[in-house]
Each structure stands twice: as C-alpha cells, then as structure tokens.
C-alpha cells in the first residue's frame, strides 16, 4: 500500500518530517510544531508547493 506523505518544516526550529495528510488537520488550521511546540498555520509547514496541494486534498 503506498501512502501519501507530506513533507513538513518548521519555520521556527527547520525540523523537517513527513506526515500522513489523513493525521493532519486542514492546511488552514493551527498546527502545533512537535519538536518546538509553536502553533502556526499548517500551510507554513509544506515544505514545496507540492505538499501544500497535498494538504489541501484532504
Ligand atoms: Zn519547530
């Protein structure tokens, strides 16, 4: 089974990690950094333009 990945990096801390969409909630919502715990939008993590389309499929 492939799953579709988003690659996530925080802005605040540049931790870089990949998330099911399906775990994650929409690109305009809050989202908490797990490693430096800033809350940002969710679409300030997409890594490329890529996983920013990804996020907004779900
Ligand atoms: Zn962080």
């Not at 990690?17 to 908490?32: C, K, N």
């Not at 490329?48 to 389309?53: A, I, S």
Request: net charge negative; aromatic share 6%.
């Amino acid at each position: 089974m492939v799953e579709t990945l988003v690659r996530l990096v925080c802005p605040g801390c540049s931790k870089d990690w990949q998330e099911s969409p399906s775990d994650l909630p929409g690109a305009g919502a809050d989202f908490d950094c797990p490693n430096c715990g800033k809350s940002r939008r969710l679409s300030e993590f997409a890594h490329t333009e890529r996983d920013l389309e990804t996020l907004k499929q779900f």
